[in-house]
């Protein structure tokens, strides 16, 4: 049977295998290499085709006995295929990945100034892109040389932002590259990072109202291109695989005010949806081997909340949760980010007098009407979708997810 997979140093949080499943059918592995093992690995490992990931997308050059166009103008590979006669070919699907993400997110560069950060193997498939789409200049920015991080303010005209480095990727969430304030005619960001699906620098361009664009369709696109080659067949409909990849990694993070049924309901769509259920508050007491109440009588509500958001932080960057929430996690909103940048965020309102009092200490003799109207419109401010919690759970969980997956598919 053939053996296909992913080259890289370090690949234990890789999307590839997934990907690669919704596919096709062959077997794929993920393939860690220290450097120093490279060479003996690609003349001796019994693959049949690899991807190429970081740091290898120019050091696998010299081992390919031959390349093609696209890969040699590049001068970057991401594709090998083992020939009959034993060598190498090199190519690159990145290109092709990277105009399908343009193309998906209606992103035009053509007469336009186009900033690329960083300037490893992926930002040279990316201004080869931007070059043939017609761009009037693209600009790269790296640590050293004439355009650096120290003199932006030369490009602060610059229109369309690409982010080619790892800065702000899983595990380092909340990391970014640039200040997008220094960028006032800036109208696009792209971000070739996918996990998480919104990194900072898309937080950052969320909140000045600049459209951006994660890089998982680039991600699938180059993984299809590459797929055919392996195969030698073309992939059925990629676009439904990407709809498929995207629902499977988003969490669905359910807020409201404490005893809105966050986790009922959350364990019920765990139960539908085949994936792992976590509420909050209960992760946070285990793992402080205290209950809330306690922790409340100990540290006050200040204590608390500290507390959750360090828990919020921790579990926003997992992906594929249902995650219920406390009811006053929109009370700080740095907790904003660690929920949306791997989630959508549902609110479940559900009348006062209906609410579950019981083990909750802001609720117990609290006004709640008083509570409820400071808290509604940060509910509202978080959500991207707002549900009413008023019929039978099975009804409201199937009614949920079905709007939950029109919006982030529409």
Known sequence: MALFGL?????????SPRIHRLLGDYEYGLFEIPKHGLEDFLQRAPFDGLNVTIP????VIPYCAALSETARSIGSVNTLLRRPDGTL??????????????????ISVQEKKVLVLGSGGASLTVCHVL?????????????????????????SDASILVNTTPLGMYPNNGQSPVDLCRFPA?????????????????LQAESLGIPSFGGLPMLLYQAKAAAERFTGTPVANPQQALRSLQAELQNLILIGMPGCGKSTLGRLLSQQLGRPFVDADAYLEAKLGCSIPDLFAQEGEEGFRKHETEVLSELGRQSGLILATGGG?????????????????????RALAQLDRSGRPLSQGADLEAMYATRA???????????????APEQVAKHLWEVVYETTHS
């Open 131 to 155: 070059k043939q789409a017609g761009a009037a200049s693209v600009v790269v920015i790296s640590r050293q040389g004439e355009n650096h991080y120290g003199n932006l303010e030369r490009h």
């Open 377 to 391: 419109p940060r509910y509202r401010r978080f959500a991207d979708v707002c549900i009413a919690n008023d019929a």
């Open 56 to 59: 290898y997308k120019t050091a």
């Open 89 to 106: 070919f090199g190519d690159n699907t990145d290109a092709y990945g990277f105009e399908c993400l343009l193309s998906e997110g209606g």
């Open 329 to 349: 996690c929109v009370t700080r909103e740095e907790n904003y980010p660690s929920l949306h940048q791997n989630g959508t965020i549902v609110f479940l309102e």
């Open 186 to 202: 800036c109208e696009a960001v792209v971000d070739l990072i996918y996990n998480p699906a919104r990194t900072a620098l898309m």
């Open 7 to 15: 080259l890289g140093e370090t690949l234990s949080h890789s999307y």
